[in-house]
């Protein structure tokens, strides 16, 4: 976008709101960051560009605020004619049903990080500016599932979802299958389902989840099916092949 991304940063914690506008300054893509303490700011400062010929191209928000909250707030800007992206930013995870239901751009979990900031930055870019935003939003806004603690040789490292090809069930205990190696974690596959649920995995076996995206092949051979993940044949159980072809018929459709 001509001049960079203009932006608004809402928080009404000072510290929270000075580190925001930080990472959204040191981002070539943005332009101008604009700036308020609570929502009735917000929605002067949003007036004010408006009235300017200047409108907010995107707003990163808080949730929790004294007043008008954050998911008030979104439901406002959402119902607007030029209305901006919304990016949630934010240390619960529980306000992500919000989130998806005001069709927000993005949602990202406190502390921020600079490499998650810059997605969300290029969501909104990809999307267009003001008035577009409504139509453009489509992805599910999810907090981002957080890395796994595992031990390697006394030391203790994170490995996010997206290293992970697939998860192999033992017991009480999941194996974490990386393109480095392998990681036993103390948490059963269930669990694991649920929580990395939003970041692309999949059910394909009792013993086994897989990173949708690392899949390579899916291989049907008289009536039995596997997939290959990683150089690696897996089996798939009867009940999960149609859900799973399915699911590939569409992640192949979806615009890279």
């Given at each position: 976008?001509?001049?960079?991304?203009?932006?608004?940063?809402?928080?009404?914690?000072?510290?929270?709101?000075?580190?925001?506008?930080?990472?959204?300054?040191?981002?070539?893509?943005?332009?101008?960051?604009?700036?308020?303490?609570?929502?009735?700011?917000?929605?002067?400062?949003?007036?004010?560009?408006?009235?300017?010929?200047?409108?907010?191209d995107?707003?990163?928000?808080?949730?929790?605020?004294?007043?008008?909250d954050?998911?008030v707030?979104?439901?406002?800007?959402?119902?607007?004619?030029?209305a901006?992206?919304?990016?949630?930013?934010?240390?619960?995870?529980?306000?992500?049903?919000?989130?998806?239901?005001?069709?927000?751009?993005?949602?990202?979990?406190?502390?921020?990080?600079?490499?998650?900031?810059?997605?969300?930055?290029?969501?909104?870019?990809?999307?267009?500016?003001?008035?577009?935003?409504?139509?453009?939003?489509?992805?599910?806004?999810?907090?981002?599932?957080?890395?796994?603690?595992?031990?390697?040789?006394?030391?203790?490292?994170?490995?996010?979802?997206?290293?992970?090809?697939?998860?192999?069930?033992?017991?009480?205990?999941?194996?974490?299958?990386?393109?480095?190696?392998?990681?036993?974690?103390?948490?059963?596959?269930?669990?694991?389902?649920?929580?990395?649920?939003?970041?692309?995995?999949?059910?394909?076996?009792?013993?086994?989840?897989?990173?949708?995206?690392a899949?390579?092949?899916?291989?049907?051979?008289?009536?039995?099916?596997?997939?290959?993940?990683?150089?690696?044949?897996?089996?798939?159980?009867?009940?999960?092949?149609?859900?799973?072809?399915?699911?590939?018929?569409?992640?192949?459709?979806?615009?890279?």
């Open positions: 976008m001509p001049g960079g991304l203009r932006v608004l940063a809402v928080d009404d914690e000072a510290p929270a709101l000075d580190d925001l506008v930080h990472l959204l300054r040191a981002d070539p893509r943005i332009g101008t960051v604009h700036t308020a303490r609570d929502g009735a700011g917000a929605l002067r400062c949003l007036d004010r560009a408006l009235a300017e010929g200047r409108p907010i995107a707003v990163f928000l808080d949730i929790r605020m004294p007043g008008l954050g998911t707030l979104g439901r406002v800007l959402a119902q607007f004619a030029r901006p992206h919304i990016v949630f930013v934010t240390a619960f995870e529980e306000h992500a049903v919000d989130a998806f239901e005001i069709k927000a751009t993005d949602y990202i979990l406190k502390p921020v990080r600079p490499e998650r900031l810059a997605e969300a930055i290029r969501r909104v870019s990809q999307n267009g500016g003001p008035g577009t935003a409504a139509a453009a939003r489509g992805a599910v806004p999810r907090p981002e599932p957080e890395p796994m603690p595992v031990e390697l040789a006394g030391v203790t490292r994170f490995v996010a979802p997206t290293e992970v090809l697939y998860v192999e069930a033992q017991g009480d205990y999941a194996r974490l299958h990386t393109a480095n190696g392998s990681h036993l974690v103390r948490i059963p596959l269930a669990a694991l389902e649920d929580r990395w649920r939003d970041a692309g995995f999949v059910r394909v076996h009792r013993s086994h989840l897989v990173a949708l995206a899949i390579e092949e899916l291989r049907l051979d008289s009536g039995r099916c596997t997939i290959l993940v990683g150089g690696t044949e897996l089996p798939v159980s009867r009940r999960h092949v149609r859900e799973l072809r399915d699911l590939l018929v569409r992640n192949a459709r979806r615009p890279s």
